[in-house]
């Protein structure tokens, strides 16, 4: 697969199978991560594998945070969001570890953790897998957070559930190159 091919053809899937990526593949695919831009080699990635039984004792933990941020919630909510946990073969943490203390302002460190996920969405897809980039309420989980080892001032930019497409993934509909660039002439963008 041309680089540029694997960048335009990559498509995010949440509905995944066995296998994972693993050894020498997944180590390529890690170390794609580790190709991020990254101002003050501050090296703020951390990435944190979950698969086999570890995903169960994740999942109790963030059926547990539900219930701590919402004691309400229903048991079919908390198994649904249980369920999400379990889908995917591996599931890779991404930590931040970030230095506030340091010049190079937060927002680069994370951008960084950011461009490093994306490394590994790309190399996931080139080693013929699939994957999807998750956040919401579970991953902002100061409980979550903490179980997997990003106490404060660290944290985590979401998960990335990792697997085999469980059907061929089709190609996105994608926006047109035209609404997003344009060519500066000394006026303001609009
Ligand atoms: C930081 C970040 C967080 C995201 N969080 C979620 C999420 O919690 N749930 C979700 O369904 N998609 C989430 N997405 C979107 C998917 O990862 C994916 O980009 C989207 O489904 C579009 O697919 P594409 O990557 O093929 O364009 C997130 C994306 C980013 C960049």
């Known amino acids: 697969m041309r680089a540029i091919d694997a960048l335009l053809d990559r498509v995010s899937t949440s509905s995944l199978q066995d296998p994972a990526p693993d050894g ?4 390529r ?3 794609a991560g580790l ?7 501050l090296a703020p990635w951390r990435y944190v594998l979950i698969r086999g039984q570890a995903r169960i004792v994740l999942a ?3 059926a547990k945070a539900l219930q701590y941020r919402d004691p309400d919630v229903t048991p079919p909510m908390i198994e649904k969001q249980r369920g999400k946990f379990l889908r995917a073969p591996l599931i890779i943490g991404l930590g931040a570890h970030l230095r506030p203390d340091h010049k190079v302002p937060e927002i680069e460190q994370l951008m960084s953790v950011a461009a490093g996920a994306m490394n590994l969405l790309n190399a996931i897809h080139a080693e ?10 579970n991953s902002y989980d100061g409980h979550v957070q903490a179980a997997l ?9 979401g998960f990335l559930f990792v697997g085999t497409p469980r059907e061929p993934v089709t190609p996105a ?13 000394g006026a303001p963008v609009r």
């Open 24 to 27: 020498p593949v997944l180590e």
């Open 29 to 31: 695919i890690l170390e």
């Open 35 to 41: 190709r991020a831009p990254d101002h003050g080699r």
């Open 60 to 62: 109790d933990i963030v």
């Open 128 to 137: 013929g897998f699939g994957a999807i980039w998750v956040t919401g309420a």
């Open 149 to 157: 080892g990003f106490e404060p001032p660290h944290s985590l930019a």
């Open 173 to 185: 509909r994608r926006p047109a190159l035209s609404d997003h660039v344009i060519e500066w002439t």
